[in-house]
Every structure is written in C-alpha cells, then in structure tokens.
C-alpha cells in the first residue's frame, strides 16, 4: 500500500529560505516543517529495563539539581507555543515516576494555545495516577505494551509488572480517558507472533494498537536489520488473518503513524520510523527533563535552554534563541540513518556513558 509514501511525496520541498510568523503564529524549518508539538520528558528514570531501550542496569543519571521545576517548564511551554506549538505530549523515561506530575499537567492543561497534552508512559503506576491525571486535565494516554505473556514481559522488561500495566490501561475507560493508544515495538523472533492477541486486546479496553517498527536509536545498542520487522510484514500478517486492510486517510499529514481498518472498522496503526521514514512531515522537537532542547530524534547534539533560563533570560530572548534553531533545522534523522550503508546501532555503550542525553529514556520517545 502507498498511502505513506503518497502522503510524504507532497511534504518533500526544496527548501526554502527561513520563514517565521509574528509571535503567536507558526514557525517554520528550512523544509518548511511547522513547529507543532513538544515532547516533554518529565525524568530520565524509569521502572522498567525493556532491552530495546534501556538494555543496561546501571546508567549515567541527570545531575537531579539540573532537572526543571515545573515552573520553568511551564514557562518554557509558553515560549514553545507563542512559536505555534499545539501539541503537548509528556514523556520519560517513565513520567510517572515524577512527584506530584499531576500538578504540571494541571498547569499545562490551563493553556490556551495547547489544543492536545497527552502522555506516554509504561502504565506500571497508571491505575494509582489515572483518576487524578484525569481531573487535572490531561487529554489522552498512551501506553507501551510489548506482550500480554507474562514470561515474555519479565524476559523484556526485566520486571514482573505485567499484571500492573494491564489493570492501568483497563482503569483509563474507567475514569473517563478516551482515544488511548497501545505502543508496541515489534522485535523478530520476540512478540511478531501477538499481532492479532494485541489487537484483540486493544478491542476490550478499548484502545488502538500502535506497533512501531524496532528502532535503531539511543540505548537499542542491541538492534539489527535481522531483527526489525517491516510495516509491510506487518500488514501482510493481519491481512492474511483479518482480511482486506483497508489505509484511512488522517487529518494530521504530521502524525507519526499510518492507520488501517480491518473488515469490522478496528482501527490500529504502524510507525514505520525504519523502513519508511517520515521526517518530510515531522513537526517533532524534544525538551529534556533538565532542559537540553533536541530537534530531532536522531540529532547527536542538543540545545541548551535551561542555561538562558536561569540567567534571567526574557521570554523574548528565549524565543529568538528557539526561533532561530527551527529555521535553521534540516534534520532528516531517520532517513539519513536508512540510507547509511552496513547499518549498525546508533550509539556504542561508551558513547552514552559518556553523554546521557543521547539515551530515548533521556529524551523521550
């Protein structure tokens, strides 16, 4: 199917000189990609140690004097949305485990530029935090989810929370989330055969599942082409289950993932980040836990807002400094890393020892 590429082919312009709206309107790259939506991470902590992410036990943590107070993230996220940015997703490592997050959501919730907060998060403390997530005003939830079997979980997570993660996605219905989403990396050989279990579950909850083709980012120091299975064998399994596959056409030409129907109407979704890159329409920036601003999720190098920030900065100032790294950003990560020849993982063990702001638990997903 096509739908992907047909929608990329319009998103591929040459690109042009840099072009900035008055405060308040959109901003735009050399390719013409709108600065849209911000991905927070919250902490670099996590609970889990899912061996395509977090593959080692010990790492280099942020210094926690470093980490934003909500203050400064709040502030911050006005900066980002007086540029245009609508979309705000908090992330981790695992946000969850960010004391009292509920009250930066509130805060965040209270914007009126922001028109989407959601958040990703493992839901291993989701079904104590819904309720209270819920009330301060937090949109929509995602949840990773890798397996329903309990032996596959421990074996990927490396913890015995399966049973936790599943009470915490049955408990968004119940306090009243709607339009959550189950992200699950499929791995050759590891859970390829739970396509059809997943959605299946995701019919119950309800959810919609997200498979994401196996990344070659940050911490996946154990990744290979071997292992990744593509958006088109991914179809071709639920096709040959479910029957026709049936592409639907998206509002957002930014979203990260294609979506399908089956037969009944079920609807999932495939970010083919790998195999099909997306970066014609990215409108993705990442702002770390303490304050390392990336503008994509390949970049090697990041920006420093936290400095200006606690120099007494004006929001002016900080705004000419975001301002002037989107103009000039022609990242183009993921296709850059599919065309590499004799692909390998990203980063080696050392060199994210050495700069933890590499890692996806860093900088979020």
């Keep these: 199917m096509s739908f992907r590429a047909g929608k990329r082919a319009a998103d591929d312009v040459t690109p042009g000189g840099p072009v900035v709206a008055a405060t308040g309107g959109p901003t735009f790259d050399q390719y013409r990609r709108r600065l849209r939506t911000l991905r927070i991470s919250v902490t670099d902590r996590c609970n889990l140690r899912c061996q395509y992410c977090m593959p080692e036990e010990e790492y280099t943590w942020l210094a926690r004097e470093d980490l934003l107070s909500f203050e400064e993230i709040s502030r911050l996220t006005d900066v980002f949305i007086s540029l245009g940015v609508e979309k705000v997703r908090l992330t981790g490592g695992e946000p969850l485990l960010r004391r009292d997050v509920s009250e930066l959501v509130r805060q965040l919730a209270s914007k009126q530029g922001i028109r989407d907060l959601a958040m990703t998060t493992n839901g291993v403390r989701l079904a104590e935090h819904a309720e209270s997530l819920r009330e301060a005003g937090l949109h929509r939830v995602t949840v990773s989810l890798d397996t329903l079997r309990p032996e596959r979980f421990r074996a990927l997570a490396r913890r015995d929370s399966l049973s936790a993660v599943l009470e915490g996605i049955r408990s968004l219905a119940r ?110 920036a990442r702002l770390t836990a303490d304050g390392m601003w990336y503008l994509c999720l390949y970049a090697l190098i990041g920006i420093d807002l936290r400095t200006p ?47 933890p702001h590499l890692e996806m638990h860093t900088r979020g997903g």
């Design 175 to 284: 306090v009243g989330f709607t339009g959550t989403k189950i992200d699950t990396v499929v791995i050759r050989g590891v859970n390829d055969d739970e396509l059809t279990d997943l959605i299946e579950f995701g019919r119950q909850v309800p959810a919609e599942v997200r498979f994401i083709e196996y990344m070659d980012v940050g911490g996946a120091t154990g990744w290979s082409w071997e292992k990744t299975v593509s958006r088109d064998e991914i179809l071709a399994t639920l096709t040959r289950y479910y029957g026709s596959v049936e592409p639907v056409m998206d509002d957002d030409e930014s979203a990260t993932a294609d979506r399908f129907a089956l037969p009944d109407g079920t609807t999932f979704g495939i970010i083919s980040s790998t195999t099909q890159p997306f970066c014609g329409s990215c409108d993705r």
């Design 309 to 355: 920030l606690r120099q007494d900065a004006t929001d002016d100032e900080l705004r000419d400094v975001i301002a002037s790294a989107w103009r000039a950003r022609r990242d183009r990560g993921a296709e850059a890393r599919l065309a590499a020849r004799n692909r390998r993982p990203l980063l080696s063990v050392a060199h994210l020892r050495r700069d």
